[in-house]
C-alpha cells in the first residue's frame, strides 16, 4: 500500500472513532470536572436526605476541599448540627466562612448568626451586620430582618430608625 493510502485510512478511522470528529467537539477537561462534581454532589444530597451522612460527609469534603461552594455550605451544616459528625461550632463557622467568601448567602448569614452569638467565633456584632448586609443585599429574607434588628438596636451600627425600617420592609415584602 501507498503512504499516502495508509494515511487517508487511519484519518479515516480517526474519524469514526470520535478523534478527529469537528462536528462535535469533545467536552473540555472543566466541562467533565464540573459535570462530574455536579453529580457527584447530587450524590451527597441524595445520601444527607436519606440521612445516610457517612457518605453525605465523605463527597461533600471531597467536593468542600475542592472549592464547591455549596459543599462548603451543607458541611457548615453537618457541623453545626452534629450530623454524621460531633458538633462543632467552629469547624461549622469555618466552612460557612469559606461558601460566604464565595456568595452564598445562606452561608453568609449562618455566619452573622455565628457573630451575634459567639457560636465558634467570637461575638462580634460589627462582623454580623457585615455577612447579614451581604445576604441581605442578594435578597436573604432573614438576613434582611436581622440586619434590621442591628440598626433598630445598633448593634454593630448606628442606631438608625429609618434603616431598620428599610430592612424590615424588604423582610416583610418576603413573608418575614
Known amino acids: ?50 440521612k445516610n451522612y457517612p457518605v453525605a460527609l465523605k463527597i461533600f469534603t471531597e467536593l468542600a476541599e475542592q472549592g464547591v461552594a455549596q ?20 469547624q461549622a463557622a469555618a466552612w460557612y466562612r469559606k461558601a460566604a467568601e464565595q456568595g452564598v448567602a445562606k452561608a453568609q448569614f449562618n455566619l452573622g448568626v455565628r457573630y451575634a452569638n459567639g457560636e465558634g467565633v467570637p461575638k462580634d456584632a460589627s462582623q454580623a451586620v457585615t455577612w447579614y448586609r451581604k445576604a441581605a ?20 451600627v448606628p442606631k438608625n430608625a429609618s434603616q431598620a425600617a428599610a430592612w424590615y420592609r424588604k423582610a416583610a415584602e418576603q413573608g418575614v
Open 137 to 156: 443585599e442578594q435578597g436573604h429574607a432573614s438576613a434582611q430582618s436581622n440586619l434590621g434588628v442591628m440598626y433598630d438596636n445598633g448593634e454593630g
Open 71 to 90: 459543599a462548603q455550605f451543607n458541611l457548615g451544616l453537618m457541623y453545626a448540627n452534629g450530623e454524621g459528625v460531633p458538633k462543632n461550632a467552629s
Open 1 to 50: 500500500m501507498k503512504p499516502i493510502t495508509i494515511l487517508m485510512i487511519f484519518i479515516g478511522c480517526l474519524a469514526g472513532s470520535g478523534w478527529a470528529s469537528a462536528g462535535s467537539p469533545s467536552p473540555t477537561p472543566q466541562a467533565k470536572t464540573a459535570n462530574s462534581s455536579a453529580s457527584l454532589f447530587q450524590s451527597a444530597v441524595s445520601a444527607y436526605e436519606r
